[in-house]
């Protein structure tokens, strides 16, 4: 159960893959969170440039390109693309939580995450749905506003 009681606060889960993300959404929501998947690269740069920021982004390394008009090569062939879209969010909120959660364990995209106090990492093999809202109720509780 979410210790954050004073307000529904929004959370913005992108992330292409179905399934497992679909139960850490599930948790989220029943505790207390509004929530909001956005499931193609189009789809979040437009949220990212058009729409009003929420209390949390909660953002997958690996999405596809697809036609979002980022550079292909520039997001590894969409190996990092959520650090791309991480970066163009870091640009416009400074201090804006934004959580990364990735399946990847390959060094060289590891060593490439961003290290900042206003980004946590997390690895989804080694995450249950009850964590993730753990998680998530700390590191709001102790984000920047």
Do not use: C, W
């Not at 990735?102 to 964590?131: G, R």
């Amino acid at each position: 159960m979410s210790t954050i009681t004073n307000q529904k606060l929004q959370i913005i889960v992108i992330d292409d893959s179905r399934g497992p993300i679909e139960y850490y959404i599930e948790a989220l929501e029943l505790s207390g969170y509004a929530v909001r998947h956005i499931s193609t690269t189009r789809e979040a740069l437009a949220h990212i440039d058009n729409e009003e920021p929420v209390d949390l982004y909660v953002v997958d390394i690996m999405i596809p390109v697809g036609d979002s008009g980022l550079d292909v090569k520039q997001s590894n062939y969409g190996m990092t693309t959520g650090l791309l879209l991480r970066e163009r969010l870091r640009r416009k909120y400074k201090k804006m939580p934004i959580l990364i959660l990735t399946n990847v364990s390959a060094p060289e995209i590891l060593d490439a995450l961003p290290k900042d106090p206003a980004t946590m990492i997390l690895s989804k093999p080694d995450l249950l749905p009850f964590e993730l809202v753990i998680v998530v109720d700390q590191f709001l509780k102790n984000a920047e506003k």
